[in-house]
């Protein structure tokens, strides 16, 4: 998706090469990319590459960061760039002193509807903010040899949501407690992690926050963000194929909710490579980097901790 993104939108970026361990040579052909290798070494030792896109599995990220800021190349890499404190605070370090820029994938940050919702908070359309409602439902369940390697439901699904919070209120989480269970897919027991969550937050402005989580719904992407306010509610709702509802005396019928993510989120991953692409040219920080996952990151970690005490936990900063 990120390497036809680039083609298709970024007449100015030149794709030059690809590492992946099973490549589609035809489909690297498609796209007029010269280069397909199944060891990634060959793009960090490649002068004439400024800028790596890295959406490898988790595990594989921070050393991977490491070789690209040490070969002083700019770094996109896909959340969560690592699944512990430490290695987030490694990374951070690396990044700093090698002085290349990094952007962490928290994609919705760049959709449009939640930008828009995020302008009218900063107009204070509705007054002192009271509590926040998200649901964030995935359509289908991943494959289990994704799940078993994700970090969990809550580093991996949940992140977006900890970091959508902060990034809509600006303020910072400090308590969390989870509630959650497998209904889905028993073999998550296995490793210790949920399928379905609920979670509640407050923030250190005194707001309060629920999120519903669950990685299958048989009915389409859901993805829903209500804010209410002193002086009324902002609201998102879902993305569905057309507008078209039809109301008759015997029926109510409107088109199925996207499919996918990628559907749901399709020009905010455009616009969050461009705004990578205008990062590197200016030499300007990302509006979201490895401190907000981090951020996030330590979020997770304590509504882990909640899951397993059945208690509140405070967010370790």
């Known amino acids: 998706m990120h390497a036809e993104n680039i083609v298709n939108h970024f007449p100015g970026v030149r794709l030059k090469s690809i590492a992946d361990p099973s490549i589609d040579k035809d489909w690297l052909e498609s796209l007029n990319i010269d280069n397909g290798y199944t060891n990634p070494e ?22 991977y960061i490491k070789n690209c800021a040490e070969n002083n190349k700019h770094i996109f890499c896909e959340k969560p760039i690592a699944l512990t404190v430490n290695e987030i605070k490694k990374v951070i370090d ?39 409602h998200i649901i964030n439902r995935d359509s289908f369940i991943p494959r289990l040899k994704f799940l078993f390697s994700s970090g969990g439901l809550l580093l991996d699904l949940s ?24 209904f889905i897919e028993p073999k998550l027991k296995e490793i210790g992690d949920i399928d379905t969550a609920t979670i509640t937050l407050e923030l250190e402005n005194n707001i309060l926050c629920s999120i519903q989580n669950c990685r299958q719904t048989q009915y389409g992407y859901d993805q829903r963000i209500e804010i209410f306010g002193s002086k009324g509610s902002l609201i998102v709702e879902n993305d569905h194929e057309d507008l078209c509802l ?64 059945n208690l509140p936990q405070r967010v370790i900063c």
């Open 42 to 63: 060959e793009i960090f030792n490649d002068d004439e590459i400024g800028a790596v896109i890295i959406t490898s599995p988790t595990p594989t990220h921070t050393n």
């Open 94 to 132: 690396i990044v700093e002193h090698h002085n290349v820029c990094l952007q962490v994938g928290l994609n919705r940050r760049f959709d449009n509807n939640f930008k828009e919702m995020k302008n009218k908070l900063e107009d204070e359309c509705i007054g002192e903010i009271y509590s926040i």
């Open 159 to 182: 992140i977006h949501d900890f970091d959508m919070v902060q990034y809509l209120t600006e303020s910072k989480i400090k308590e969390i407690y989870v509630s959650g269970d497998t």
């Open 246 to 309: 039809l109301i008759t005396n015997t029926d109510t019928r409107r088109s199925r909710l996207k499919d996918s993510f990628v559907e749901r989120y399709k020009n905010s991953y455009i616009a969050e490579l461009d705004h990578f692409f205008k990062c590197v040219q200016s030499g300007n920080n990302p509006s979201v980097g490895a401190r907000d996952m981090l951020s996030a990151v330590q979020v997770a970690i304590a509504g882990q901790e909640s899951l397993k005490q």
